[in-house]
């Protein structure tokens, strides 16, 4: 039996389940520790009961297995039938894109990029309502959010793809792991700069398949590095997207899945 994310399932429901001989695995795709906001009472004791805990972050596994969490590294990945790869167009639709939700840092961050660069946002209403009014990421928001076609053809078609992690996805003060976007915008053929994290650039080495930043400075930086050298921006989305290709769609993920159970 898989649950994701395992909310409301009880530490006693998972026991019952397993004395039934039937194996049961979370795969949790948030952060599940305190004080993060999908830390439910429930999470970590249903966690230590269950044969696999499941997560996207390999500096949260060696956390968890710490505290007897029976915990493993399960990426997340590419859905084509979502994020169709769109080839790798010759012409572009803008210099930088952000495709995600906003929260407080993400809009500060965005602020300082829109202050220097072309810089277009997509999102839910929330940006509209939530940003400051008036202000640059407000001016940048393209108004709506996309569906997965839409955004793989903005994936496809800017030059530069900004992935900028929330607060969930720092480990003991550092970034960590990998989210969806990680897989989803090489997989569509776009090129992918990133908030530097272990698990990423593991995955999807630095100045090869992808460009990483761990502060403002830096991302201001790569962008202008990026933004004037086109061969060496597509040659790594190719690069990108092959790995993805290769072996990250979520048919691998349930091979992977099958061997950290066994």
């Known amino acids: 039996m898989l649950a994701f994310n395992g909310e409301c399932v009880m530490p006693e429901t998972v026991c019952n ?4 001989g039937v194996r049961f695995v979370i795969f949790h795709a948030d952060n599940p520790m305190p004080p993060h906001y999908n830390a439910r009472p429930e999470t970590l004791e249903a966690a230590s009961a269950c044969d696999a805990f499941l997560i996207w972050s390999p500096a949260l596994v060696v956390k968890l297995r710490a505290m007897g969490i029976p915990a493993g590294f399960l990426a997340f990945g590419w859905d084509e039938s979502v994020f169709p790869f769109q080839g790798f167009p010759a012409v572009s639709d803008g ?6 939700g906003w929260d407080p840092r993400r809009e500060a961050f965005l602020t300082e990029v829109a202050r220097h660069f072309n810089l277009k946002i997509w999102g839910p209403p929330y940006w509209g309502q939530r940003s400051r009014r008036n202000g640059a990421a407000r001016r940048c928001w393209q108004g709506r959010a996309l569906d997965g076609r839409e955004a793989a053809a903005v994936f496809a078609r800017a030059r530069i793809n900004l992935n900028v992690l929330r607060p969930q996805h720092y480990v003991d003060g550092a970034a960590d792991g990998v989210i969806m976007r990680t897989f989803e915008v090489p997989g569509a053929g776009g090129f992918l700069l990133a908030t530097r994290s272990g698990g990423a ?11 990483y930043f761990n502060d403002i400075d830096e991302c201001l930086t790569q962008i202008e590095y990026y933004l004037v050298h086109d061969r060496e921006r597509t040659a790594a989305a190719c690069r990108a997207h092959a790995l993805v290709d290769a072996r990250h769609h979520y048919t691998h993920r349930v091979t992977d899945l099958l061997a950290l159970i066994d």
């Open 95 to 100: 210099d930088v894109a952000f495709v995600g």
């Open 17 to 20: 389940i397993r004395r039934r």
């Open 201 to 211: 650039t593991t995955l999807f080495p630095e100045g090869e398949s992808a460009g």
